[in-house]
């Protein structure tokens, strides 16, 4: 019984890699066909601008946020 099993498990494997291979490929030619396209490269510059500006105003805030609170530690020590 667990001499079927096993093999059953191994002819699953192998043809479930074959199978699973083809399919990667299939996947990997679509999402490369869809990464070159000229909409996916204008949305990924778009995405990079909006983060950089993200990015800058977070920073900004914390700055800000960060000399607040140490404007209001000077006070509490005096």
Known sequence: MRIR???AFGVGYVLGTKAGRQRYEQL???FEHIAD???AQAI???SRELVGSSTAAARQAAASGLSAAA????????
């Open 5 to 7: 099993i096993i093999l």
């Open 28 to 30: 990997t030619r679509w």
């Open 37 to 39: 396209s000229s909409m």
């Open 44 to 46: 990924g510059d778009r």
């Open 71 to 78: 404007g209001q530690i000077r006070k509490v020590g005096r």
